[in-house]
């Protein structure tokens, strides 16, 4: 079973900041890896999605990196703002599984103004 | 974007009742649907994959006959909690598959069970 574990844990930073959010995950034999955000209390919107063939993917602010070999996914956010507060989850999907997403704790980001 | 529902939002029942709850692909088919459960402060923690006219899979450990799951169509499947208890209390969600890789999450089902 796919583990997944993010770092860190919660993060709380003024706005305006550039974020590194880490997550790892055991078995790289992965089709995909897609980052969320969850707002209290809400479901999930998805970020970003890199393919397994891609080494990253770019949405305005948001850019995530993959390095399926070593089991490890990065997530920059770019000139962090107060609207970005909320918990931010990776979930990588295996090829033999597809769609059964595995999820980490999350890290809880914080920007104040 | 595509969009996925749940109903009830949120829902207060007695232990022993049983409580249904519907997730609804709106603006696409889904042969595949997927539900999870989500205790505070944790992270989301897959319970079963919903296939429409199959049974459901259900992961280890996920009792199949407390969790009764239906995808009678391919815009519908629901979630019953059979004789719900105190520890069924929950934040549960649906996800909607689309195509080879996209899911859509539902916003939640808030099950508090007195």
């Known amino acids: 079973k796919q583990e997944v574990t993010q770092i860190p844990a919660a993060l709380s930073v003024p706005e305006g900041e550039n974020l590194v959010l880490n997550c790892s995950f055991t078995?790289?034999?992965?089709?995909?890896l897609q980052w969320f955000r969850q707002d209290p209390g809400k479901g999930l919107t998805s970020l970003l999605l890199?393919?397994?063939?891609?080494r990253e993917q770019t949405s305005g602010r948001l850019n995530a990196s993959l390095d399926k070999s070593s089991g490890r996914s990065t997530l920059y956010i770019a000139a962090s703002q107060p609207g970005d507060s909320a918990t931010y989850l990776c979930?990588?999907?295996?090829?033999?599984?597809?769609?059964?997403?595995?999820f980490g704790r999350g890290t809880q980001l914080t920007v104040w103004p | 974007g595509a969009v996925v529902s749940q109903h009830p939002s949120r829902v207060i029942c007695k232990s022993g009742t049983s409580v249904k709850i519907e997730c609804r692909s709106l603006?696409?088919?889904?042969?595949?649907m997927f539900w999870y459960r989500q205790f505070p402060k944790q992270s989301l923690m897959l319970m079963a994959t919903?296939?429409?006219?199959?049974?459901?899979?259900?992961e280890q450990g996920v009792e199949k006959d407390k969790f009764l799951i239906n995808h009678a169509s391919l815009t519908l499947s629901t979630l019953t909690v059979t004789s719900a208890h105190p520890e069924d209390s929950s934040f549960y969600i649906c996800?909607?598959?689309?195509?080879?890789?996209?899911?859509?999450f539902g916003p939640g089902t808030r099950l508090t069970v007195l």
């Open positions: 996800s909607a598959h689309r195509g080879a890789w996209e899911q859509f």
């Open positions: 078995d790289s034999a992965i089709y995909n």
């Open positions: 890199i393919q397994s063939s891609q």
């Open positions: 979930a990588p999907d295996r090829g033999s599984t597809l769609g059964r997403l595995y």
């Open positions: 603006d696409f088919q889904a042969t595949t």
């Open positions: 919903s296939n429409e006219g199959s049974k459901a899979t259900y």
